[in-house]
T-cell receptor, first 109, second 111 residues
């Protein structure tokens, strides 16, 4: 079954602290993994995809096939990072893009 | 602006009614995805179309149906509406293997 699990509903950190948003997945095959961000229930925006291996807004994510994880990390949180973060998975060719339940990141000053 | 257009932005209707939500994908995108986002259910995958054909199905109720037309725009039809169908409905489009881009959503309120 194709499934994405984000175990934390809410993650609250202080400004300048490191952030790690957890994502585990279940998929038989070679999935494509993504992180999307949503500010105030607006449009979802792509943050990262594992294929590109780039850093956006200081965020990085590494695909760990052994642990079936794709955790999102940032060394120093900023207040403007406060948002809902969704981990997503699709099959090859973008088939059936499914999302985890999301994690609210709250960065306190 | 993602290039994905959803109309209408807001919709208020009564229980038992039927509504149609429309999505115009980004130029060149062949895949369209529909999602329902409610407060207690998160972002639920409903259905995906690729170049006019149904590609994948998620937790879509039998009262809901969708289609993708030859010009690649898509419509999501919701019938016999219930209070619990109140939610944000998002459409996304992609040209595989590129990532999906989302529209701003349609906020449906059933009263």
């Amino acid at each position: 079954a194709q499934r994405v699990t984000q175990p934390e509903k809410l993650l609250s950190v202080f400004k300048g602290a490191p952030v790690e948003l957890k994502c585990n997945y279940s998929y038989s095959g070679s999935p494509e993994l993504f992180w999307y961000v949503q500010y105030s229930r607006q449009r979802l925006q792509l943050l990262l995809r594992h294929i590109s291996r780039e850093s956006i807004k200081g965020f990085t994510a590494d695909l760990n096939k052994g642990e079936t994880s794709f955790h999102l990390k940032k060394p120093f949180a900023q207040e403007e990072d406060s948002a809902m973060y969704y981990c997503a998975l699709s099959g090859p060719g973008g088939n059936k893009l499914v999302f985890g339940a999301g994690t609210i990141l709250r960065v306190k000053s | 602006d993602s290039g994905v257009t959803q109309t209408p932005k807001h919709l208020i209707t009564a229980t038992g009614q039927r509504v149609t939500l429309r999505c115009s994908p980004r130029s060149g995108d062949l895949s369209v995805y529909w999602y329902q986002q409610s407060l207690d259910q998160g972002l639920q995958f409903l259905i995906q179309y690729y170049n006019g054909e149904e590609r994948a199905k998620g937790n879509i109720l039998e009262r809901f149906s969708a289609q993708q037309f030859p010009d690649l725009h898509s419509e999501l039809n919701l019938s016999s509406l219930e209070l619990g169908d109140s939610a944000l409905y998002f459409c996304a489009s992609s040209l595989p293997p590129s990532e999906a881009h989302f529209g701003s959503g349609t906020r449906l309120t059933v009263v």
